[in-house]
């Protein structure tokens, strides 16, 4: 993700490193802003988005939706009847901005100066542009009294849907707090070296002498010093490296942990639910095996070869549904099966902002139904003594712990081995400190690693 644009003291100076007038970045910033209220994900939002204004859509609306609960609490304060969905957007989108002076990435003058200058300009806004002055303007008069009304909300207080709070209460009532702090932060850029293509301490050499900063984290992880995009990235483009969370990376090694394969053989791996290709390449980087990698939407598995192409490995790509076993099962077990489930996506909220807007009480359960759907299909594909590793980007005890204690209750034959179980998201190695954490700079997950009794007959 680009880094926030630097404070701007001039009303009409553009963000850093772009020609673009601010007016203009906060309209697309606020277009991605309406389409996430309205229930679409922001990352096809910014792909509308022209090039050039991008980068800084990304940012700013990012930086909004993080604070999105806030200004919406603001807006409601200031005016009891919300504009046209258009114009509350960019309304709640300024305030998002400049609410919070410490954080916030332009002068609130300059912010609200541009945020009207954007109404002006836009046909859906131009005539409620007098209104978002006076609104913004009532702010800057008397911030400090409207924040402190809004502090007894706990959707403006914590940036989240009341039902995700409460439910991180149940679920984590020890460390609820830090999650939800975490998950406002930005998070790092984290890679994972190819040990296949490189050594990590020889590519942090050459990052130094090139002026470029990071410091190892696990087996193979590197985090930079600030998020910069891949092209600009020494050896990415030759597959010296790949984009992925810290916590992701552990998702391979906890998989091949124990696993050999039969005499003469070649391990036997499937990745289900693999899309964009990460784990898979991290599997085919740390062993040799035959892999297969499944994804349901064929568009998500041509990334899954781009990916592979990149960095010079190859598996077996199927564009199918993993839980329709026999549509394309050849009928070999495997050694090992990745299952990384569809999951609310709960522990990847300071990647991804909208999550928290988009997801609904419901979908909890739906997406736990999903997760047991495809742990009884594919248990039966993994042979005596092998291991399936579950796993979910996910911070909710339904889709993990409880996921696991129920299919565990029901299968004899699923040994449970040791895994991390939890881990909770954290901003920085300054971070509250809780036991899940030793790296303590990582996305929330759930891991949990099942070996099949090696005298089960199924």
């Known amino acids: 993700m680009p880094a926030p644009p630097a404070r701007a003291p001039g009303a009409a100076e553009p963000a850093a490193g772009t020609s673009v007038p601010l007016w203009r970045q906060l309209q697309a910033a606020a277009g991605v802003v309406r389409a996430v209220r309205a229930g679409e994900s922001a990352t096809p939002a910014l792909a509308r988005v022209p090039a050039d204004l991008r980068p800084a859509a990304q940012s700013l609306s990012f930086h909004a939706l993080r604070q999105l609960g806030r200004a919406e609490a603001l807006r409601r304060r200031l005016a009891k009847r919300a504009p046209p969905a258009e114009a509350d957007a960019l309304l709640c989108t300024a305030l998002a901005l400049c609410w919070h002076e410490a954080d916030a990435?332009?002068?609130?003058?300059?912010?609200?100066?541009?945020?009207?200058?954007?109404?002006?300009?836009?046909?859906?806004?131009?005539?409620?542009?007098?209104?978002?002055?006076?609104?913004?303007?009532?702010f800057l008069r008397e911030r400090d009294a409207l924040v402190a009304a809004t502090d007894a909300d706990p959707v403006a207080l914590w940036n989240h849907p009341r039902w995700?709070?409460?439910?991180?209460?149940?679920?984590?009532?020890?460390?609820?707090?830090?999650?939800?702090?975490?998950?406002?932060?930005?998070?790092?850029?984290?890679?994972?070296?190819n040990p296949r293509r490189t050594r990590r301490e020889d590519l942090l050499q050459a990052w130094r002498e090139a002026g470029m900063a990071a410091v190892p984290v696990g087996e193979h992880g590197l985090v930079l010093d600030r998020p910069r995009p891949v092209t600009d990235i020494p050896g990415f483009a030759e597959g010296l490296v790949s984009v992925q969370d810290a916590a992701a990376q552990l998702a391979a090694p906890l998989l091949l942990q124990g696993l050999a394969p039969?005499?003469?053989?070649?391990?036997?791996?499937?990745?289900?639910?693999?899309?964009?290709?990460?784990?898979?390449?991290?599997?085919?980087?740390?062993?040799?095996?035959?892999?297969?990698?499944?994804?349901l939407d064929p568009q998500r598995a041509a990334r899954i070869d781009e990916t592979l192409q990149r960095l010079g490995l190859s598996a077996r790509i199927v564009a199918a549904d993993a839980a329709a076993v026999s549509q394309w099962w050849d009928g070999r077990p495997f050694d090992g099966i990745l299952l990384d489930a569809p999951c609310t996506a709960s522990g990847i909220v300071r990647r991804h902002p909208d999550v928290r807007w988009l997801r609904r009480p419901g979908d909890v359960a739906r997406l736990a139904a999903q997760q047991q759907r495809l742990l009884e299909a594919l248990w039966p594909l993994v042979r005596p003594g092998g291991q399936l590793l579950y796993c979910t980007c996910s911070v909710f005890r339904e889709e993990g712990e409880q996921r696991?204690?129920?299919?565990?209750?029901?299968?004899?034959?699923?040994?449970?081995?040791?895994?991390p179980g939890h881990l909770l998201p954290a901003s920085g190695r300054g971070a509250e400190a809780v036991r899940d954490n030793p790296e303590s700079d990582h996305d929330g997950f759930f891991y949990a690693r099942l070996e099949k009794d090696p005298a089960a007959a199924d």
């Open 164 to 193: 995700w709070i409460e439910r991180l209460q149940q679920d984590h009532p020890q460390h609820w707090q830090a999650i939800l702090r975490a998950n406002n932060g930005a998070a790092p850029m984290t890679l994972r070296v």
């Open 105 to 138: 990435p332009y002068e609130a003058f300059t912010l609200v100066d541009q945020a009207v200058e954007a109404a002006k300009h836009s046909p859906g806004t131009a005539a409620q542009s007098g209104f978002l002055n006076a609104c913004l303007r009532r």
């Open 262 to 295: 039969a005499a003469g053989e070649r391990l036997r791996l499937l990745d289900a639910c693999a899309a964009p290709g990460g784990k898979t390449a991290h599997l085919l980087e740390l062993a040799d095996a035959e892999v297969t990698a499944l994804e």
């Open 404 to 419: 696991i204690r129920t299919f565990v209750a029901h299968n004899k034959s699923a040994l449970l081995r040791p895994a």
